[in-house]
């Protein structure tokens, strides 16, 4: 068990580093080139040694490993590691859902950055991660039920929903009143946003209620009072924007807190916000797509 003086110096970290994230607006609002928005990022020493070719595709990978590379190490700094897995096991359920598609659906196996499941062994190592094997076990029990026609579709749902319901078990560690209210807050609106993308792609709403519902029972509600409302993909990439202003909000009263696990928390989620606007703002400009439409798919920002 931690203190909050433990804290004291990834806190005294995340205050200087804080200073360095740009705000959504300014990414979506930003208009250069690729090697231009590096050299603004530049400014932030996570991203100082990021020096690729002025493709914008490959400078948001190269910011992304960054992101990834950064909080491994600054994880080891704190006295509960296990921040970092709040954020990363994304990775790690996304991956897996390219394993159970190689089981159950006899699609390739693609290499998934960042995820720790091994290339070789992996079946190991999900058997002794007990979030991943329940995962798998869900993915597993749907194949058996649809004899061999499991879609792929499916096996996202499902992931998402087991994703969803880790939440409150990955940010157990930090044994903070703040992060576990985020947490379930997250629950409720990352089941609303997966909800409405599985509708768009005209999964069974019996799948809709049990996979990504079903956990969250907050979350049904909501679902149903906005089915006039997002129609389209455009309307959840906007709902999930105003979605993470709210979980920003939620954690504003961390940045009164000097040290502890609350401020380092709130800095990491927010550096996960920029680094995925930044993209964001990157595949825009790959695909030449104007920075008025980029604005409403940046993530935080609210109205």
Request: hydrophobic share 50%; net charge negative; charged share 25%.
């Amino acid at each position: 068990m931690t203190n909050a003086a433990d804290w004291c110096y990834p806190s005294g970290v995340a205050a200087v580093l804080e200073t360095y994230v740009l705000p959504a607006r300014t990414i979506a609002e930003f208009d250069g080139s690729a090697a231009e928005l590096l050299s603004r990022v530049h400014q932030n020493p996570i991203y100082a040694h990021v020096h690729v070719p002025d493709d914008p595709l490959a400078v948001a990978s190269g910011m992304e490993a960054a992101l990834v590379e950064f909080v491994q190490r600054f994880a080891r700094e704190c006295p509960a590691p296990e921040i970092a897995d709040v954020f990363l096991a994304e990775y790690d359920f996304r991956d897996l859902g390219n394993l159970l598609k190689s089981r159950h659906c006899g699609i390739t196996r693609r290499a998934a950055m960042f995820s720790q499941i091994p290339a070789g062994d992996a079946e190991s190592f999900v058997d002794d991660r007990p979030l991943l094997a329940g995962a798998a076990a869900t993915v597993d029990r749907a194949a058996a039920a649809t004899h061999g026609r499991l879609l792929p579709e499916l096996v996202d749902i499902i992931l998402d929903g087991a994703f969803i319901a880790a939440l409150p078990a990955l940010v157990r560690p930090l044994q903070s009143p703040l992060i576990d209210t985020w947490a379930a807050r997250r629950q409720q609106l990352l089941a609303v946003e997966g909800a409405f993308r599985a509708k768009l792609q005209n999964a069974a709403e019996s799948d809709i209620e049990k996979y990504l519902l079903a956990a969250v029972p907050d979350a049904v509600p909501i679902f149903r009072n906005r089915q006039s409302e997002i129609v389209n993909a455009q309307a959840v990439l906007e709902l999930s924007a105003q979605h993470d202003a709210e979980l920003a909000r939620t954690l504003e009263p961390a940045r009164a807190v000097a040290y502890g696990p609350e401020r380092v928390f709130r800095y990491l989620w927010n550096l996960f916000c920029e680094n995925r606007n930044l993209r964001a703002r990157l595949a825009g400009l790959a695909a030449k797509i104007e920075r008025e439409l980029a604005i409403a798919s940046m993530r935080g920002i609210d109205g």
